[in-house]
C-alpha cells in the first residue's frame, strides 16, 4: 500500500530520455505510484543524471545505456527490462539546433521512433507505446487554438522530424493493433528545464541580475507567443493516456498563450527590476524561420480528467524563485546537483546558420 492507503501498481515501464526534463519527472510520478522503472541514458564523456538525483529519485530508476539510433541496445532495453509501458521521450529537442543539425535532427526524432516501433512489434506487440508530439507539428500560419483536427504546417527540421514520428505512430496503432499514443504536448517548462530554452534562460539570467552577477538579457524573437505549461503537470497526461481503453491521441496545453516578452517583464517583476533595463535584442538568437503563435485547446484531454493548476504568472514566479534560490545558496557556499553553474552562457556559442557580427 501507498503512503495514502492507496494500492500501489505493480507495473513497469521504459522510460528513454531519462536524463531530460520530462524524463526525471515521469520517473519520480511512476516510481511514486509503485512502478518498476527503467530509463535509457546515452553515454556521454560527463555523467548527466543532476535532474534524477535534484528529484531524489535517481537511486530508484534502473539505468540501461542505450541510443535510440542504435538498434542493439533497444532490442537489448526491451529484453532486460520486459516492460507493459514504453514512454518515448528522447529526443533531439531543440527547434533552434535543428535548423543546424538538421540530419541529426531527422534521424533522431523521425527515423528511431520507427526503429523502436518495429523494436516493440517484433519482439512484444502488447507493449504501450507513448510517443512525445509536438504542438510544433501545428507549425506557423495558427490564428486560434489548435485541437487535435488542428492542420499541421512544420516550420523547422524538428517539426518535420516529429511529424513523421506522429504518423508512424499513428500506423503502427492502426496497421499493427499496437498501443499508440501520440502525446501533442504544447510547451512545458519547470525549474528543470534546459538552460537554452527561452523560458529558463530568463529564469536563470533574471536570478542572476537581482544578484548582481549579470547585467544583460540577450533574447531573438521577443515578439514569438507560446502557450507554456507546469512541466511536472503534463507528464501526468503521459500515463493517463497510457490508461485508457483505447489508444489516441491529445493535445495538452493550458489553452492560453503570451509573448516571450511578457514571459521577460513578468520575470524581472518577480524579483522587483524592470526589463527595459536588461533585455537586449541580438540577432544570433533569431531563427531562419520562427512560429509566431501557438495556442493550444486541450478540451479533449480533461474530459477524461486532467486538471492542471499552475497558470502563467505563477509558472514564471516558479521558476525565477528556484533560479534565485539556487544562486543564493551556491554563493553561500553549498553544492548540490544543478547544471547552470557549469554553463558558459550562450555568449561563448557561433551560430552556423547567423554569422556572429563582426
Ligand atoms: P530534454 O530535456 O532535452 O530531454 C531529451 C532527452 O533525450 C535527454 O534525456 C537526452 O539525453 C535524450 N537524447 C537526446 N538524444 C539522444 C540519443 N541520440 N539517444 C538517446 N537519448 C537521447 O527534453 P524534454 O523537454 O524532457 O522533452 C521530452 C520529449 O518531449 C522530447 O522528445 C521533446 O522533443 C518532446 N517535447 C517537449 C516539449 C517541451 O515543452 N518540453 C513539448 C513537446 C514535446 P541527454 O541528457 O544525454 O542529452
Ligand atoms: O523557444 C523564442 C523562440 O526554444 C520559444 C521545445 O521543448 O517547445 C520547445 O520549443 C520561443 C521561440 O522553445 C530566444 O524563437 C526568443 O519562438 O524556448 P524555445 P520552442 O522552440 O517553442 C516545443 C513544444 C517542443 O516540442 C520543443 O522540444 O522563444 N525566443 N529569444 C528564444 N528562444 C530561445 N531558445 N532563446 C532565445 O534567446
Known sequence: MSKDGAPLVTKTALITGVTGQDGAYLSKFLVDKGYEVYGTYRRLSTPNFWRLHYLNVFE???LLPADLIDVGSLLDAIRISHPEEVY???AQS??????EQPVG????NGISVTRLLETIRIMNPKIKFYQA???ELFGSGHLSA?????LFRPSSPYAAAKLYSYWMTKIYREGFGIFACNGILFNHESPLRGLEFVTRKISNTVAKCALGLEKELRLGNLEAKRDWGYAPEYIETMWLMMQQKTPDDYVVATDDSHSVK???EKAFDVVGLDWQEHVKVDKKFLRPLDVAYLKGDSSKIRKIGWNPKVDFDGLVKIMVKEDLSRWERWQNGERFPWDASNYPGEDKILSRYQEKDK
Open 60 to 62: 530508484k530508476v534502473n
Open 88 to 90: 518515448n521521450l528522447a
Open 94 to 99: 531543440f527547434v533552434g539546433a535543428s535548423f
Open 105 to 108: 535532427t531527422g534521424e533522431m
Open 133 to 135: 508530439s509536438t504542438s
Open 146 to 150: 489548435s485541437n487535435e483536427e488542428a
Open 262 to 264: 511578457e514571459f521577460a
